[in-house]
């Protein structure tokens, strides 16, 4: 239901974009259980390292936090992934951590999900499941966008301190994920499935 020339612009990006890694497969519809269980996964993500930057950032402050970000960020995302049994992530466009760069079809889905909120979308209704032809075999594939909250903007806000952009210099000399306002979309949580051949439907 694409209301404006932008939106549908937006949709043939995402097609375009996602044949650069895979065939499309549209006649396939991932299982509800499989959304269901990807959205649980992105929520315990967020949820999980949200308390454990606030908790960092009241004890210790927001220096600490990067290292939260740098060291224990990973393994957070590990252990959801492991509870799962899907790949749980997130990347950017602007991206701090080079690990997190986004594959095409992540950027497209993320340009998309701009484009939406540019024209109104609630974030909350934002999302993408889909089953793709990937070099392994039939792969399910689920995002959503990260929004800034307020405490996000410590570390990735307009007002960022001398001394705090010290510290995440230090740590991603590259970095490029500041200078978001509370609301904007920052990145977007990524998960991935390898499908047994036999059942794309479980």
């Known amino acids: 239901m694409m209301n404006s020339p932008r939106l549908a612009a937006g949709f043939a990006a995402l097609l375009a974009l996602s044949a650069c890694a895979r065939e499309a497969a549209p006649d396939e ?11 649980a996964a992105t929520g315990a993500l967020g949820e999980r390292l949200k308390a454990r930057l606030v908790e960092t950032i009241a004890g210790e402050g927001p220096i600490a936090a990067v290292a939260v970000c740098n060291l224990e960020a990973p393994e957070i995302a590990g252990a959801v992934s492991a509870e799962t049994g899907m790949q749980v992530g997130r990347t950017a466009l602007r991206l701090r951590n080079p690990d997190n760069a986004p594959d095409a079809f992540e950027r497209a889905a993320m340009e998309m999900f701009r484009e939406k909120l540019e024209d109104g979308a609630d974030p909350a209704s934002l999302e993408i499941a889909e089953i793709v032809d990937a070099p392994d075999g039939k792969t399910f594939r689920y995002m959503k966008p990260i929004m800034t909250g307020a405490p996000c903007v410590l570390c990735h806000g307009t007002d960022v301190s ?12 590259g970095d490029r994920a500041t200078g978001f306002a509370p609301g904007e979309m920052r990145g977007a949580f990524t998960v991935s499935k390898t499908l047994a051949a036999e059942g794309t439907r479980p």
Not at 30 to 38: F, K
Not at 162 to 173: C, D, G, N, S, V
């Open 29 to 39: 519809a991932p299982a509800p259980e499989l959304t269901e269980t990807a959205r």
């Open 162 to 173: 001398e001394e705090l952009r010290t510290a995440i210099l230090e740590r991603y000399p």
